[in-house]
C-alpha cells in the first residue's frame, strides 16, 4: 500500500524554535515501506515499487498494518551517507553495498491511518514498533537547537538538516512549509563554457592550473539570469553540434552546489550570481 509522502520547502537559514524539532537530512532515497497481511512493500516516492531491488529489508521485523517514510542510504568508510554509493546500489543488480532504511515517520500504525496525529505523537509511536538495527533505524531528533546542530553538520560536510513543526499533521502528497530544509551548499566560481539545445542547461567549468576543467551542467538559473545570459552568448559561440553550442569562456558566475561528485563535477550545481 503505497502513500505519496509529505515534501519539504526550503529555507536558506536555520532558526531557533522549540515549537519545531530538529532532524539530519539524509543524503539517500526517500522510500515507503508497508506491511499488509505479512507481506513488505517497498516504493519510491514516486510510486514505484521497488521491493525486490532490496530483498534484504523484507526480513524486517515490522508488525502488520504499518506504513513507515524514512531514506534508505549508503555509507563511506566514514559513516557518512554516500548518494552516488546509493544510486549504483539502486541501478545495480549486482551491486553488494549495504543499506540502511533511516525511518523518521510512522503514517499507518496498528492497520490504522495516523497521518492526522501531530508528529511528536507519531514519533512515540515509531518508537514503539522500530527497534534500531544495522539494516533500520530511528532518525535521531530533538526540539529546538536548529542553528547549533547545522554548524555541526557544516563541520561535518553533510547534506543539511531538516525542521519540522511538532504538532505537524502528515500532508500526504503535499509541499509544506511545516517541513523546512536547510541545505549544506558549498560555494565556488566557475565560467559558462556552452548551452545545451534541447532542455536549459549551461556548461560549467573551473579554471584550475591555467586550463578550464568541465564541472557539469547547470539547470537551476533564475528566469532574470537567464535574459542575461541569452543577451550575451550569441558573439561568444566558437563551436556547436547537435547537443550543445560552446562557447568562449568570458562570463563568469558563482554557483552553489551540494557537494564534489567522485567523478569531480559540482552535483546539483545552482547560479547565485555574474561575476563582472
Excluded at 123 to 149: F, Q
Excluded at 177 to 201: C, M, P, S
Excluded at 238 to 252: A, R, S
Aim: charged residues 30%; contains cysteine; hydrophobic residues 35%.
Amino acid at each position: 500500500m503505497f502513500i505519496s509522502p509529505m515534501l519539504l520547502h526550503k529555507t536558506e537559514q536555520p532558526f531557533e524554535d522549540d515549537n519545531f524539532i530538529t532532524e539530519l537530512k539524509l543524503d539517500g532515497i526517500r522510500l515507503i515501506l508497508s506491511k499488509f497481511k505479512d507481506q513488505i512493500k517497498l516504493y519510491t516516492r514516486h510510486n514505484n515499487e521497488v521491493t525486490m531491488k532490496f530483498t534484504e529489508l523484507l526480513q524486517l521485523d515490522i508488525p502488520n498494518g504499518t506504513i513507515l517514510d524514512g531514506e534508505i542510504i549508503v555509507t563511506d568508510q566514514q559513516g557518512k551517507p554516500d548518494f552516488e554509493a546509493m544510486m549504483e546500489r539502486f541501478q545495480s543488480k549486482k551491486s553488494e553495498l549495504t543499506i540502511q532504511y533511516c525511518v523518521f515517520d510512522v503514517l499507518y500504525y496498528n492497520g490504522q491511518n495516523v497521518t492526522h496525529l501531530p508528529l511528536y505523537e507519531r514519533k512515540k509511536r515509531l518508537d514503539k514498533i522500530v527497534e534500531d538495527t544495522d539494516m533500520i533505524c530511528k532518525v535521531r531528533w530533538m526540539y529546538g537547537n536548529s542553528p547549533a546542530y547545522f554548524e555541526l553538520v557544516k563541520q561535518q560536510g553533510l547534506e543539511g538538516i531538516v525542521q519540522k513543526k511538532a504538532n505537524s499533521k502528515y500532508e500526504i502528497g503535499k509541499r509544506s512549509h511545516d517541513w523546512l530544509k536547510v541545505i549544506n551548499y558549498q560555494y565556488t566560481d566557475a565560467v559558462i563554457t556552452g548551452l545545451r539545445k534541447d532542455e536549459f542547461g549551461l556548461l560549467l567549468g573551473i579554471k584550475v592550473d591555467n586550463r578550464i576543467k568541465p564541472a557539469g551542467i547547470m539547470e537551476f538559473v533564475t528566469p532574470v539570469a537567464r535574459k542575461q545570459f541569452y543577451n550575451r552568448y550569441q558573439d561568444l559561440i566558437v563551436d556547436e553540434n547537435n547537443k550543445f553550442i560552446y562557447l568562449d569562456p568570458k562570463i563568469k558566475c558563482r554557483v552553489k552546489f551540494r557537494n564534489y561528485t567522485k567523478n569531480g563535477l559540482l552535483r546539483i550545481p545552482s547560479f547565485v550570481e555574474y561575476i563582472l
